[in-house]
């Protein structure tokens, strides 16, 4: 089993940054560096939705598109740790953030296969992101 821990969410003002981290123990050993990671958001009211996903094998990166140019997913598999860097925060930013594995190793030509929530079979308990005007 995979434990996947997020932290670093908090209450910021519009324009500010953060640095969201999500830190995998567990049967992770050796393996996280084969795991392709994602990020995923769920505002109240919504539906979860796809951020940012990194691709284990070349580190190919996805983004939504509200988010490119803003936000930067990055891994450090010595850590197994993902992180996200939230620049320029926005008021529409506010939500939940989860963080994800794929453990199946799988590398797929379609950047859709990376932005769906089914693709992932681990998940984290989620940090609150709150963004003020």
């Known amino acids: 089993q995979v434990q996947l821990v997020e932290s670093g969410g908090g209450l910021v003002q519009a324009g500010d940054s953060l640095r969201l981290s999500c830190a995998a123990s567990?049967?992770?050993?050796?393996?996280?560096?084969?795991?392709?990671m994602g990020w995923f958001r769920q505002a109240p009211g919504k539906e979860r939705e796809f951020v940012a996903a990194?691709?284990?094998?070349?580190?190919?990166?996805y983004y939504e598109a509200s988010v490119k140019g803003r936000f930067t997913i990055s891994r450090d598999n010595a850590k197994s740790t993902v992180y996200l860097q939230m620049n320029s925060l926005k008021v529409e930013d506010t939500a939940v953030y989860y963080c994800?594995?794929?453990?199946?190793?799988?590398?797929?030509?379609?950047?859709?296969?990376?932005?769906?929530?089914?693709?992932?079979?681990?998940w984290g308990q989620g940090t609150q992101v709150t963004v003020s005007s």
């Open positions: 994800a594995a794929d453990s199946s190793a799988l590398i797929s030509a379609s950047a859709s296969y990376y932005f769906s929530p089914r693709t992932y079979d681990y």
């Open positions: 567990g049967r992770t050993f050796s393996r996280f560096s084969r795991y392709t």
């Open positions: 990194m691709e284990w094998s070349d580190g190919a990166t």
